[in-house]
């Protein structure tokens, strides 16, 4: 059972070794492990290459670098994706550490069950999020019932893994063994059929991190009815999350509501209950723009207004965006 691992790399040379040295001690080793430079500037660049030459000495099979025209997230899993040569297509996070067994134990999946085309492993950070803690302080807890209630950030202890018209993803109760149906696979340490690609794309008009690019892939496969998907804490990962390679704070909450408002039309029905709740979830959201600059005692009256007008923005240009055309946030926040 061949895999090919993608990784677009965005100005993460200073923690992809760590990935690299996780993919190297991995009991089922890759067909070929493809890093996709995200148009990262020359000295990033030279710097990425030093370091893959330095493992194609380690690595069994080839190790081959693509060079992005663009800083896209989701044009870059497209382009590895579409080159690679193994069955199934692992997507790989420049900051992500894999357990030793975890491509081993999520591709027996796949020969006990015909039916599956993706599955993912456990997050090991969600372990120690206090979200998922049984022992929240008071603060937490109530954090934790304003998110759950407005759904302006991932569910858990939720019988499946399911994808709100909030764009809200929701995990099981982490703090135990599970293996559950799901709606959505994360592209942070996802296994997807490679044959998927023939048919499906992640949003080539996301462009830099490119918010939500994976539910908007992996829950069209769930429409669609493609195959089963499953979510199980057999195999874990660790998400570094590193704050290199991300854009500012302004530009991010643009973006969450101008690809979440497309990823709403273009794959959620506009009825009472789908619209109540995906619009109750930005005014959660609104309220925790403004709440984060209150207790961080920013006095800034240009970052009051992004993260009132970053609710509207979307609404501004919805015409564009149900015609599929987001060149309005491209032209408004252009890629450096």
């Known amino acids: 059972m061949q895999y090919s691992i993608v990784m ?8 992809i070794e760590l990935s690299f040295n996780s993919i190297l001690k991995q009991t089922l080793k890759p067909l070929e492990l493809i890093i996709v430079d995200n148009n990262t500037d020359i000295r990033e660049t030279e710097i990425l290459k030093d370091i893959i030459n330095s493992y194609r000495k380690k690595f069994i099979h ?3 670098y693509i060079k992005s025209l ?3 997230g989701s044009q870059a899993r497209n382009m590895g994706a579409n080159m690679s040569k193994g069955d199934f297509v692992a997507f790989l996070d420049s900051d992500v550490v894999l357990d030793k067994d975890y491509y081993e134990i999520l591709l027996n999946y796949f020969s006990v069950n015909k039916k599956l085309i993706a599955i993912q492993g456990l997050d090991r ?3 120690l999020d206090p979200k998922t ?3 929240l302080k008071l603060i937490d807890k109530l954090i934790y019932l304003f998110e759950d209630f407005f759904e302006t950030s991932s569910l858990f202890n939720r019988r499946n893994g399911y994808v709100s018209p909030s764009l809200a993803v929701a995990h099981p109760n982490v703090q135990t063994d599970f293996e559950v149906k799901s709606e959505w696979i994360s592209t942070c340490a996802g296994i997807f059929k490679k044959y998927l690609f023939n ?10 991190y490119s918010n939500n690019e994976y539910v908007m892939f992996s829950y069209s496969l769930f429409k669609n009815n493609e195959g089963e998907m499953l979510y199980t804490s057999k195999a874990k990962y660790k998400d570094i999350q590193t704050s290199f390679g991300r854009i500012n704070r302004i530009q991010l909450m643009y973006q969450i509501e101008t690809y979440d408002l497309y990823i709403f039309i273009n794959l959620f029905e506009f ?3 789908n619209l109540f709740i995906y619009f109750k979830s930005r005014i959660g959201h609104l309220i925790y723009y403004l709440t984060r600059l209150i207790l961080n005692k920013n006095t800034s009256i240009k970052f009051y207004f992004h993260s009132v007008f970053s609710i509207f923005y979307p609404l501004i240009n919805i015409f564009s965006i149900i015609r599929n055309d987001l060149s309005f946030y491209e032209k408004d926040f252009p890629i450096k």
């Open 133 to 135: 803690n049984n022992r």
């Open 8 to 15: 677009p790399v965005y100005k993460r040379s200073n923690v």
């Open 199 to 208: 048919k499906y794309e992640f949003p080539n008009q996301f462009i830099t």
């Open 62 to 64: 080839p190790a081959r």
């Open 271 to 273: 009825n009472i209950r």
């Open 125 to 127: 950070s969600l372990l």
């Open 70 to 72: 663009k800083n896209s």
